[in-house]
């Protein structure tokens, strides 16, 4: 069965602190990996990584994929009280299967 | 239009209301999803429509009823739910079934008395 674990479960930060939150997956026939961010309501969109170790970056948000350790980190830098969300990781695979999702990291940053 | 609109965007209603949430795009998507998802969980698949097909049915309770008039429109019929049933009802698209670039609406968000 495929599976999405994220780390960790929550976190608390400082405004301007540097966050990571990490995606392991085991997911047979790996296509690609994506990241969400959630707020009140819709989860939208950050990034899809299909290979490894190829960084997308959108503004201060950043994300990279290692496909032979099987995991995926986004990073945050210099956070802002915006950035408070669950940020949820989901996965792909070739197969005709949706999208698999992790439990989310609950990031709160504080002024 | 790149966005995914659900109404109505709260709801609630009795154990034995019959109700309907939904959803549109007009982004020439074919593929439509109906997801669950329970307060600090994350999004649980309910159905997936690939052109305008049930493809998938997440072994969901037939007091949920999805139904696709046309490749543009989702609905969720909703019939002698319960307390339980409570969450936030998504609603996605992508432009085909597995092609992962889903876009969410804001959802529903269900209370059942």
């Known amino acids: 069965e495929d599976k999405v674990v994220q780390s960790p479960l929550s976190l608390v930060v400082h405004e301007g602190d540097t966050v990571t939150l990490n995606c392991s997956y085991e997911?047979?026939?790996?296509?690609?990996l994506l990241w969400y961010k959630q707020e009140k309501k819709a989860p939208t969109f950050l990034f899809m990584l299909?290979?490894?170790?190829i960084e997308k970056k959108s503004g201060r948000l950043s994300s990279i994929l290692d496909k032979k350790e099987l995991f995926s980190i986004l990073n945050i830098t210099a956070t802002q009280t915006g950035d408070s969300a669950v940020y949820l990781c989901?996965?792909?695979?070739?197969?005709?299967?949706?999208?698999?999702f992790g439990k989310g990291t609950r990031l709160s940053v504080i002024a | 239009d790149t966005e995914v609109t659900q109404t109505p965007k709260h709801l609630v209603m009795g154990m034995t209301n019959k109700k309907s949430l939904k959803c549109e795009q007009h982004?020439?998507?074919?593929?439509m999803y109906w997801y669950k998802q329970k307060a600090k969980k994350p999004p649980e698949l309910m159905f997936v429509?690939?052109?305008?097909?049930?493809?998938i049915n997440e072994s969901v309770p037939s007091r949920f009823s999805p139904e696709c008039p046309n490749s543009s429109l989702l609905n969720l019929h909703l019939h002698a739910l319960q307390p339980e049933d409570s969450a936030l009802y998504l609603c996605?698209?992508?432009?085909?079934?597995?092609?992962?670039?889903?876009?969410f609406g804001s959802g529903t968000r269900l209370t059942v008395v």
């Open positions: 996605a698209s992508s432009p085909t079934a597995y092609n992962y670039g889903y876009t």
């Open positions: 997911v047979t026939n790996f296509r690609s």
């Open positions: 299909t290979s490894s170790g």
């Open positions: 989901a996965v792909g695979n070739s197969g005709n299967t949706p999208l698999v």
């Open positions: 982004m020439g998507h074919r593929a």
């Open positions: 429509y690939s052109y305008e097909k049930l493809s």
